[in-house]
Each structure stands twice: as structure tokens, then as C-alpha cells.
């Protein structure tokens, strides 16, 4: 059997927005050697977001490009296909976001002998690394319409989320604009002596780096969304290095729990 040239040990089909630059550069950064990654995209429009309307019809226009976008992502036959989106993943609860991965785990195995990671998912085999936290501070991207789905799948899967902030950004190209300082000034905003770790949203926005630095500065966990599902890929794909500058769960958490 021949085997991709550079990714000898995975190849890895990440699904993303078209509108998406962050997922495919940090991916790139957290990468161990033999592992590739194949950015392939939902085409979706550059839309102008400002409004909870509009922010719904961006989620619901994700949602409608996915099916195609996971077929193409399948003709580079990966190992595995990491979705690099997360509000669609979470929106209306862990019982919709449950049925969605299955839907689409379902198309990845029957179309590409393969399975998929999905965000919400991986955030919850994430989190199960760090026992002791059950008090959640959030940050992103979104609108608040956005951030209520958040809190609705955090609660599900029995989280408190104590505060939960987001930039509003003025559309999906635009949350890739959001500088490091604004996006320190909001975990400032959800941070204290309450919260046992931070979770960060919106695969657009840049952070794994932050996140790493913010950890030792907070002597808490600060989960980077993209760090949390390149962590999952690896480790549902036998990858066990520890990856390190990205944060806690890609450095010392070399396994999924059980």
C-alpha cells in the first residue's frame, strides 16, 4: 500500500469555512513530524454580521455547505477528517450536536473508510483531562446569540459556565482581524477566582499561542478550540507526541480518558 510522501504516519482532511484562514495556520504550527494536514473548505459568503440574524443565517449557511464540503474533503482519502468549525457544532444543545456528528461520522465512514472529529465532542473528551474543573469562563467571536448556544451545550453535558464574553465580531473573515490584546481584555473580563479554567471559541479567532502563554500566567487550564481538536485527532489516530508551546493538552495530555 502506498503511503502519502510527508504524511507517513496521517493524513488528516480539515474541513473548514471558506472564510477561514486561522484553522489551517495553527494546525500547521501544532503539527508533529509524518502528520499533514489538507485544508478543504465549506463555501460559504464573506457575509457582514452585524446582528443575531445575521450571525444565524452565517451558522445556518455552514450547516447547509457541510455535506459537500466533508464529500470533497473524503477525494484526498484521509486517515481522519477534523471539522474546523465550532458554533454549528454546538448550536441548540448536545442532543442536536450529538445527532449532527453522527449524521456526519456516518458519511466519513460509508464514503471514506474514515471517521471525523467534531468540535463540541472533542471539547467534551477535553475536558474530561481536568477532573477538578467544573466552572467554566468562555470566550469568543460570536454574537450573544452565539455564546447562549455555547452556554445551552456547556450546561448539557454538566458545566457552569460562570461568565462567558464575545467580540461580535463583524463577520467571518473579520473574527481572524481580532488582535491579541482585545482578546486578552475579554478572558480578563470572564476570568477570576471562580473559574476553574477557560474555553475559548470560534475557530477563526487565533489563540493557541495566547492560550499556552496565559496558563502559566493564570496557573489554570485555557483551552484554545483548535488546540482541542487537533489534541483529539491525534489522539483518536494513535499520535501520542507531546506537542509542545500550545498549551497543557497537547503537552501533557498524551491520551482521550476514558
Known amino acids: ?59 445556518e449557511a455552514i450547516g447547509a455547505a457541510t455535506e459537500q464540503g466533508l464529500r470533497d474533503s473524503l477525494t484526498c482519502r484521509p486517515d481522519h477528517v477534523i471539522f474546523g468549525y465550532s458554533a454549528e457544532t454546538f448550536w441548540d444543545g448536545k442532543d442536536r450536536s ?10 466519513a465512514k460509508d464514503a471514506g473508510n474514515c ?19 467544573r466552572r467554566i469562563g468562555v470566550i469568543s467571536p460570536y454574537m450573544p446569540v452565539g455564546d447562549d448556544n455555547v452556554v445551552k451545550f456547556m450546561q448539557d453535558i454538566g458545566y457552569e459556565v460562570v461568565r462567558i464574553k464575545g467580540h461580535s465580531s463583524p463577520g467571518p473573515v473579520e473574527i481572524a482581524h481580532e488582535p491579541f490584546g482585545k482578546t486578552r481584555a475579554l478572558l480578563d473580563e470572564v476570568d477570576g477566582e471562580d473559574v476553574d479554567l477557560i474555553l475559548q471559541a470560534g475557530t477563526n479567532m487565533y489563540f493557541v499561542e495566547l492560550a499556552a502563554k496565559l496558563e502559566k500566567e493564570l496557573n489554570k487550564p485555557v483551552l484554545a478550540i483548535n488546540a482541542v481538536t487537533f489534541w ?3 489522539r483518536t489516530q ?3 507526541d507531546r506537542v509542545r508551546g500550545y498549551g497543557s493538552l497537547l503537552e501533557e495530555h498524551t491520551h482521550i480518558p476514558e
Open 238 to 240: 494513535g499520535i501520542h
Open 1 to 59: 500500500m502506498s503511503i502519502d510522501y510527508y504524511g507517513y504516519r496521517k493524513k488528516f482532511a480539515v474541513l473548514v469555512p471558506s472564510t477561514n484562514t486561522a484553522v489551517e495556520t495553527e494546525y500547521h504550527m501544532m503539527a508533529p513530524e509524518g502528520v499533514v494536514v489538507a485544508t478543504r473548505g465549506c463555501v460559504i459568503p464573506p457575509f457582514k454580521v452585524t446582528n443575531e440574524k445575521e450571525f444565524v443565517e452565517m451558522v
Open 115 to 133: 471517521e471525523i472529529t467534531f468540535g463540541a465532542q472533542a471539547i467534551l473528551d477535553a475536558l474530561k483531562c481536568y477532573p477538578k474543573a
Open 98 to 107: 450529538d445527532r449532527e456528528f453522527h449524521r456526519y461520522n456516518n458519511i
Open 232 to 234: 483529539h485527532a491525534l
